[in-house]
């Protein structure tokens, strides 16, 4: 496994070079390398084995890096989450959660709890699997946000894992910064990935337990590279409008996980870097496509290019391709054909399939790829279809808004109209807002406000738009 085996190189290579970086803390490679070892013997010490699946809940990312690693490199499957959704993950085949964080486990799952004499030496031998490190065997099951339909366990073989980390090398800009800030959640694929390019390459990675934090981090660790969603970059600004930083060690940022706003990428532009890469993907497919700061400025919803090992498509409703300038529905041909895992097995099916990620867009005549909206999120106002995101730019430049998302919802003769959930930073006359967006567009502007004290978000902080349209519809 690359890059477990790779922690251990550096940890003999480098011992002293800082691994992971928090705002009170930071490990070395060499005390990760041991700390593995010491997990490794406490994880068959509590009765797991190779070839089991353990749920694993456990929020801090040094604890975190060092229990997966290790249940990875026993060949114990691992499905990681944050602490709060682990009672209520339910898949038949894990045996346990490991946490180190005092919750209730559903019925039929042990509790391993994680505490600090995992992290003391020991000389404890321990075997290990000699077909853990197969290519085809199964070692993660990464949870979809639900964007691309229902929330859904989809499987990464070693060789999966081990390609995902690669493809983030090969296109992987501003090789210069040496230390990369993650803003996001490690239960996301994305971020697992991200976190072990990072450590592969003997970089250093830094975590943040807030935006005010991340902040302060940046000048204090000199953070080259900046790794968030579109939400927790508007947040690291935000932050930086009350913390004195100048972000002068920023070579690079990098956002996936949504659509970036005019008003937003300006703001990136200018406090804190003008290299910008935003990539187009899912948990399915991984990386899909990826876009300069040029691409992005160039047209509304443009993702870029996509990368060279990944077919796309844009197909109609029948599966068949249509030319360039023509809308329709992505496809993208991918290991596994984005299915869920099966119950049970350790060597799943890998044979390409076409993928439907839920997006419509199109390709240029230069081959960039427009995301248009997601067909499951289209607002059929009277016949007229609106991707929620564009109702979402009318606001993006009002100060008096600290955040927005659009949904639709059935009005009193059953067709859709356009709602706009908002957290307001004070008082807002709900229907000035109205009155201010239908002067900006008619056919955009929202018939109804829902004031909300936040907008929920999943880990890659995309909108919730169902639990939005729920409260809605209940009063």
Request: glycine share 8%; with cysteine.
């Amino acid at each position: 496994m690359i890059f477990v085996d790779a922690i251990f190189m550096h940890g003999r290579l480098f011992p002293n070079r800082p691994a992971i970086m928090l705002a009170d803390r930071l490990v070395t490679f060499g005390m990760l390398a041991e700390a593995i070892h010491w997990v490794s013997a406490r994880i068959l010490a509590a009765g797991l084995r190779p070839g089991d699946t353990v749920i694993v809940a456990i929020d801090n990312p040094i604890r975190f890096i060092a229990v997966m690693s290790a249940l990875m490199r026993l060949g114990i499957v691992v499905v990681p989450v944050h602490s709060s959704d682990a009672p209520k993950v339910a898949l038949a085949r894990a045996v346990a959660i490991v946490t180190d964080t005092a919750l209730a486990a559903p019925v039929g799952l042990r509790l391993v709890m994680v505490d600090d004499l995992w992290f003391q030496p020991n000389r404890v031998p321990y075997p290990l699997d000699p077909h853990a490190s197969d290519p085809g065997r199964l070692t993660l099951l990464a949870l979809t946000s639900g964007t691309t339909g229902q929330p859904k366990f989809i499987p990464f073989t070693v060789e999966d894992l081990d390609r995902r980390i690669r493809d983030l090398y090969r296109y992987q800009p501003a090789p210069g910064t040496e230390r990369d800030l993650l803003l996001l959640g490690l239960s996301s694929q994305w971020a697992l990935a991200q976190a072990a390019r990072v450590l592969v390459a003997a970089r250093t990675l830094c975590f943040a337990a807030s935006a005010e934090e991340a902040a302060r981090m940046i000048d204090l660790y000199q953070v080259g590279t900046v790794i968030g969603s579109p939400q927790q970059l508007s947040a690291l600004l935000e932050a930086l409008d009350e913390t004195p930083a100048s972000c002068a060690s920023l070579r690079l940022v990098k956002t996936g996980g949504g659509r970036l706003s005019p008003q937003l990428l300006e703001r990136i532009k200018h406090r804190l870097s003008p290299h910008i890469v935003s990539i187009y993907g899912s948990t399915e497919a991984g990386r899909t496509a990826m876009a300069s700061l040029a691409m992005l400025e160039s047209e509304p919803g443009c993702v870029g290019l996509p990368v060279p090992d990944k077919p796309v498509d844009i197909v109609d409703d029948e599966d068949r391709p249509l030319p360039a300038g023509a809308t329709g529905r992505i496809r993208i041909l991918i290991a596994g054909g984005g299915q869920a895992v099966v119950p049970d097995g350790l060597y799943p099916d890998r044979t390409p399939g076409w993928f439907h990620p839920g997006d419509t867009g199109y390709f240029r005549e230069d081959g960039l790829l427009i995301v248009v909206g997601r067909t499951d999120e289209l607002i059929n106002a009277g016949g007229l279809k609106v991707a929620p995101e564009r109702v979402e730019l009318l606001v993006a430049d009002r100060r008096d808004i600290a955040d927005c998302a659009a949904f639709g919802l059935p009005g009193p003769a059953g067709i859709d109209q356009i709602w706009l959930a908002i957290v307001p930073r004070g008082p807002v006359r709900t229907d000035e807002l109205l009155a201010w967006c239908a002067g900006r567009s008619e056919h955009l502007a929202p018939k109804r406000i829902l004031v909300v004290d936040a907008i929920p978000r999943n880990a890659m902080g995309k909108p919730e738009r169902a639990r939005l349209k729920a409260r809605a519809a209940g009063g």
